[in-house]
């Protein structure tokens, strides 16, 4: 039998967990796309100084467990003597600061991909009547390349986005006080594993198809002109 008083008296505390689960989303996401945005650029670059570097961060970065990344940075940069003894120790010292700095990370190497992926699909012939226009490449990027791109990334972004919410939960191995680091508190609290781990997969489960919820909004708005080419021989098929 479910112990709902154990849900209730526990329900404030997931919702603290929430918020912070919710803000460490919002801010590495918001973090990784700002910055994905010139590195894919470069990733597309003909000039190798451009775009291995950029190549070679995201191989590494994608190569790697998050968890793994999360751990170097808040328990390895620890024992460095040149950071403990830098300007810079009291941000690595922070949980809020170490997990904000993995969770971007890795979630720029990754849209930095999708962005690029999306920058190659472009077709020749927008760039080619861009450029008989006379655009200059700073003009064709903002006006033709990355509005294209990021229509055509939201799909696939929309998959960084919930598995990188599905990721915070490892955020608790920091000390920060997440929805899973609640789960586990509860648990420990009454032994009660259904109450605990069912709230969080509750809570979990609605975020997840609350984000694709959006996202599938974005992409009616932003790819309705693709719905309409697939709806066009359909239509005509039934004249």
């Known amino acids: 039998m479910i112990d709902w008083s154990v849900i209730a008296t526990s329900l404030p505390d997931f919702l603290a967990g929430l918020k912070v689960t919710l803000l460490l989303l ?15 650029v470069a990733r597309v670059s003909s000039n190798p100084l451009l775009s291995k570097p950029v190549w ?11 968890l793994v990344q999360l751990f170097i940075i808040y328990y390895g ?14 941000l690595f010292r922070e949980a809020w600061f170490c997990a904000w700095l993995a969770f971007s990370i890795n979630t720029t190497a990754y849209t930095t991909e999708i962005i690029a992926g999306a920058l190659r699909a472009t077709p020749a012939g ?21 509005p294209g791109a990021f229509r055509r990334a939201l799909p696939q972004y929309s998959n960084e986005a919930v ?19 609640v789960a586990r508190d509860v648990y420990a609290n009454h032994l009660a594993t259904v109450e605990a781990f069912g709230t969080v997969a509750v809570f979990y489960f609605v975020l997840t198809f609350s984000l694709i919820g959006l996202f599938r909004l974005a992409e009616r708005h932003w790819l309705k002109h693709l719905r309409a080419q697939v709806a066009a021989p359909s239509t005509l098929v039934a004249k």
Request: hydrophobic letters at 50%; charged letters at 15%.
């Open 56 to 66: 070679l961060y995201t191989y590494v970065i994608r190569g790697t467990p998050l």
């Open 163 to 181: 598995g990188m919410m599905h990721a915070t939960a490892i955020a608790s191995t920091v000390t920060l006080v997440d929805l899973t680091r």
């Open 26 to 40: 919002v801010i590495s996401l918001s973090t990784g796309l700002l910055l994905s945005v010139p590195l894919a």
């Open 126 to 146: 927008e760039v080619e009547a861009a450029k008989s226009l006379g655009m200059t490449t700073f003009d064709l990027y903002r006006r033709i390349l990355l």
């Open 77 to 90: 940069f620890a024992q460095i003597d040149l950071i403990r003894n830098s300007s810079a120790w009291p």
